[in-house]
């Protein structure tokens, strides 16, 4: 057999779907073809109307309303076809029209914030090696520093907060725990998870954090102790309910084969089950991280809304800013480098998520792989 | 009446109702004719049937008006700033509605509540535009939403209010900064082309929690808060004299916000000068409240509408001169020329056909007057989170206005 090389691959590739779509064409009535054709070339230009912010753009949108209404009562097939694929497509596009956003309303504070290494100019690079916010006096400065420093420690308390103690209550839910206590407590779990943040945030900003700065005898309230605490309890059920559900789609036999052998429950559950629904937990807990670092409201009631680093760095019991706060609090009144630099901390945020999102699919991939398809 | 009914079923519903209407407005037209008769005698005929019919607002009512005593009832405007404008447009919106003394809420006493300063207006049994407007010779209407003349205020910038009334486009120009300062004038200029007519203060005054009032601080010096706020003392015994060992709290406001620019330049010195010694920032009153209230050690600036017994306002020594909480002392933090302070105007046109010549017509001065009293000053201006007037300079307000009225005003 030849060794086939990737543009090959990629021209075959590209064949098969030149040759499907030639199918499609000769394979469907010209009417509907007609009508298929009508309704994609005026989505198109009412989205290129939409986007040069034409007042023309709504004829195109009323030519494809009307287009799709005849096609779906002539031809309903090709016309759902057709449906299903724009709105997948715009899905992507709106997607990319964001990031396409938001990295292009950073761009103006990374040229101010360039640094220079080796006689090389970086943009933005100055952001991320000294740590001085101040959007208004002498030298302005806007550090990203201590904004990713408030995120890594909220996460980090959130994580050890909801991490082990989700887990440990999925597990007691999916394998100790009688059938009707289960079938009470998970929808109640379920309904944690719509408390809104306000609610914690409120109650953090009223009666934790005033409670902690007496008792750790702090200047002033908040603290990224309390504010990882409160929003490790609101990624709780997240973690809980995800948990919950990757462990009891351990199938029945393999924690029967376990205790046919002589092990004990306690066994099974970390030698057995725990290790087969490791992908799930892990998503589970990844996903209690995201939503950690995606917290804004109780973030930003209870913390100072000062940028600045700790000291020493792990000092939990001052809390300053975090990316997503820093948002809240000041895009009201920013304008200018400020009101970029608020981008700059959402490029920060939607490039984490990202990363925390590929790194959950890449865990499950490689689970998927090497337990041969467990849950 | 039953009769009536009877034969009203075979005609249509809105007739009947057309019908019943225009008897119920005959017979408030008789009514107004027969109160008004006790005021003004001959003319009051056409003066509650301009009020009945609603129709005759600038022409036959102005005309009634005019009858009785040369006053123009046509509508009264105002432009400009948007500090100004929550000031000037619920006051606006207050007269409009003429809303009667049972009303409670806005105007009055019932066995619910009562407005603001009640007692001192004297518990007129009067509505509320036809209070204010009688005290400079209007003929109450005694109707409510409908006021002896109706205003209205737009909203735009504050040089684009001074310009207006300047022009003559409206009757009431509303600043937040000097007219000298908006349209470069001169003093002089300024004062014989308008007269400045302050209804209250913008301003953020400065505020602890009350352990540090009962560690004996009451007063601090402006010099001192400029070391707080730039981290020169962060322990209350820093202080001299305090035996006092607190850390400091500082809580400042939204970096970048108009508060906290203006804070910045009048305590400061500088509108971009450092405030490294802030340890908190809020966006909002509350929140600010709040946080002072329920930590120790904290000192803070906010709207003067959100203090209590726990977040109480401190005095300041600017170079010598003692500002105090107290509204009655020498200078009182409502003051004018203290730092944190700026006035807000609402200037009105000196012009030749005005009364004497002088800076108001009557309507002009009836409207502005609504806002110098406990009343007003409550409602309009704490009400909207702005200092009110200390006592004398409401006094010298109201003697600018009292030039034209027609009865005694109630003096503060």
């Known amino acids: 057999m030849e060794p086939v090389t990737r543009s090959e691959r990629l021209t075959a590739a590209a064949g098969k779907q030149v040759q499907r779509v030639r199918d499609f064409v000769t394979d469907t009535d010209p009417a509907a073809l007609v009508v298929v054709t009508v309704i994609a070339v005026s989505l198109l230009a009412a989205f290129v109307g939409f986007l040069a912010v034409s007042n023309l753009t709504i004829l195109p949108f009323a030519v494809f309303l009307a287009a799709t209404g005849y096609g779906w009562v002539r031809h309903q097939e090709e016309t759902a076809l057709v449906l299903t694929l724009t709105m997948t497509v715009s899905t992507l596009l709106i997607l990319g029209l964001i990031i396409v956003f938001i990295f292009r309303e950073s761009v103006p504070v990374l040229q101010y914030e360039s640094a220079t290494v080796f006689g090389v100019s970086v943009p933005g690079l100055r952001m991320f090696v000294q740590s001085n916010w101040d959007a208004v006096s002498e030298p302005i400065r806007y550090s990203m520093v201590p904004m990713i420093h408030g995120t890594v420690m909220v996460t980090v308390v959130a994580t050890a907060v909801a991490g082990p103690l989700g887990v440990a209550a999925a597990l007691f839910l999916s394998e100790i725990a009688p059938d009707i206590v289960r079938e009470f407590v998970k929808p109640g779990v379920e309904i944690l998870a719509g408390i809104p943040s306000i609610v914690y945030g409120f109650i953090g900003f009223t009666i934790l954090s005033p409670w902690a700065s007496d008792q750790f005898r702090t200047t002033g309230q908040g603290s990224y102790l309390f504010v990882g605490i409160v929003v490790g309890l609101m990624a709780l059920p997240t973690v809980v309910s995800v948990a919950e559900d990757a462990l009891s789609s351990v199938p029945e036999s393999m924690k029967s084969g376990s205790l046919a052998v002589g092990t004990t429950d306690w066994q099974t559950m970390t030698s057995i089950t725990l290790p087969a629904a490791f992908s799930g937990v892990s998503a589970a807990v990844l996903l209690g991280v995201g939503r950690a670092i995606g917290e804004t409201m109780a973030a930003t009631v209870m913390l100072r809304g000062v940028p600045r680093l700790t000291d020493p760095l792990v000092n939990v019991f001052y809390g300053q800013e975090t990316l997503t706060s820093l948002i809240a609090r000041n895009y009201g009144e920013a304008d200018g480098f400020q009101m970029d630099a608020l981008f700059v901390a959402g490029v920060i945020l939607f490039v984490t998520v990202l990363v925390i999102s590929i790194g959950a699919q890449y865990i499950e991939w490689r689970m998927r792989s090497k337990l041969g398809g467990g849950a | ?412």
Request: with cysteine; glycine share 12%.
């Open chain 2, 1 to 412: 009446m039953s009769d009536d009914s009877d034969r009203n079923s075979r005609v249509s519903r809105r007739t009947f109702i057309a019908t019943t209407g225009t008897v119920g407005i005959a017979g408030l037209a008789g009514c107004g004719g027969q109160s008004g008769g006790g005021g003004s005698g001959g003319e009051s005929g056409g003066d509650s049937g301009a009020t009945a019919t609603d129709s005759g607002m600038d022409g036959e009512g102005s005309q009634s008006g005019s009858s009785s005593d040369g006053q123009n009832a046509s509508l009264l405007t105002a432009e400009g700033s948007s500090t100004v404008y929550p000031i000037s447009n619920t006051g606006s919106s207050y007269w409009n509605s003429n809303a009667p003394p049972s009303d409670g809420e806005y105007w009055g006493s019932n066995s619910e509540s009562t407005v603001p300063g009640w007692e001192q207006l004297g518990e007129p049994d009067m509505l509320i535009a036809d209070y204010f407007a009688s005290k400079f010779g209007f003929e109450p209407t005694e109707q409510r939403s409908s006021p002896p003349f109706p205003t209205t205020v737009g909203l735009s910038h504050s040089g684009t209010g001074c310009e207006a009334v300047t022009d003559g486009l409206v009757d009431i120009g509303n600043s937040s900064g000097p007219i000298t300062a908006e349209l470069d004038w001169s003093e002089e200029q300024a004062q014989s082309t308008v007269v400045d007519n302050v209804v209250g203060r913008d301003g953020q005054p400065v505020v602890v929690s009350s352990d540090v009032i009962d560690a004996g601080i009451t007063e601090l010096t402006g010099e001192q808060v400029r070391a707080i706020y730039q981290d020169e003392i962060t322990n209350w015994n820093q202080i001299d004299g305090v035996d006092y060992d607190q850390e400091i709290y500082a809580i400042g406001r939204a970096e970048g916000s108009g508060t906290d620019t203006a804070f910045r330049l009048n305590m400061l010195g500088d509108a971009n000068a450092s405030m490294s010694g802030v340890d908190t920032r809020f966006g909002q009153n509350q929140q600010v409240a709040q946080a002072v209230s329920q930590n120790e050690g904290a000192i803070a600036y906010m709207a003067l509408a959100f203090t209590s017994e726990s977040v109480v306002p401190v005095g300041i020594d600017f170079d010598g001169t003692l500002y105090e909480p107290d509204r009655d002392a020498e200078h009182t933090i409502f003051d004018s020329d203290y730092p944190l302070n700026r006035d807000l105007h609402m200037y009105t046109l000196i012009e030749e056909d005005n009364p004497n010549g002088g800076g108001y017509d009557a309507r002009e001065a009836a409207f502005i007057n609504m806002f110098l009293n406990e009343f007003g000053q409550t409602i309009f201006v704490e009400g909207n989170n702005y200092i009110p007037l200390p006592t004398s300079d409401l006094r010298s307000m109201k003697e600018q206005v009292s030039a034209l009225a027609t009865e005694d005003l109630i003096m503060p």
